[in-house]
C-alpha cells in the first residue's frame, strides 16, 4: 500500500489560497491520484485527479480555473494548489492512489486514502 497522508489544510479567507500536498511511503508517480472532499453534512465527491504516466488531468466544474493538480517534488508528491477559495470549499480533503492509468472520480478506482486534512474558508 501507498499509504498516504494529506498536508497544508486549515483556515483561509474567502478568496484566499492554499495547497495541499499528498505524499505516500513510496513515490506517487506508479499511481493515478485523487483529491476528494467531504463537506458537513455531504457525501465525499471527487474534484480532481491526474493520471499515472501522462499527466493528463480532470476538474469538475465547481474547481475548474480555480484548483490546480500537480505532480511535484521530482513527481514523488502530489499538490493541489487551490485559489479564490470560497466558503463552499469548506470540507474534509482526501487524496487517494489507483493503479489505473487513467484519471477518473470513481471511488471504486482507489484503493489507498489518506486520512484528510481540514480547510475552512471564513471571514
Known amino acids: 500500500q501507498v499509504q498516504l497522508v494529506e498536508s497544508g489544510g486549515g483556515p483561509v479567507q474567502p478568496g484566499g489560497s492554499l495547497r495541499l500536498s499528498c505524499s505516500g511511503k513510496i513515490t506517487l508517480d506508479y499511481s493515478a491520484i485523487g483529491w476528494f472532499r467531504q463537506a458537513p453534512g455531504k457525501e465525499r465527491e471527487g474534484i480532481t485527479c491526474?493520471?499515472?504516466?501522462?499527466?493528463?488531468?480532470y476538474y469538475v466544474d465547481s474547481v475548474k480555473g480555480r484548483f490546480t493538480i500537480s505532480r511535484t517534488n521530482a513527481r514523488r508528491t502530489v499538490s493541489l494548489q487551490m485559489s479564490n477559495l470560497k466558503p463552499e470549499d469548506t470540507a474534509v480533503y482526501y487524496c487517494a492512489a489507483s493503479p489505473a492509468s487513467v484519471c477518473g472520480l470513481d471511488e471504486d478506482l482507489y484503493d489507498d486514502w489518506g486520512q484528510g486534512t481540514q480547510v475552512t474558508v471564513s471571514s
Open positions: 491526474i493520471s499515472k504516466s501522462e499527466d493528463s488531468t
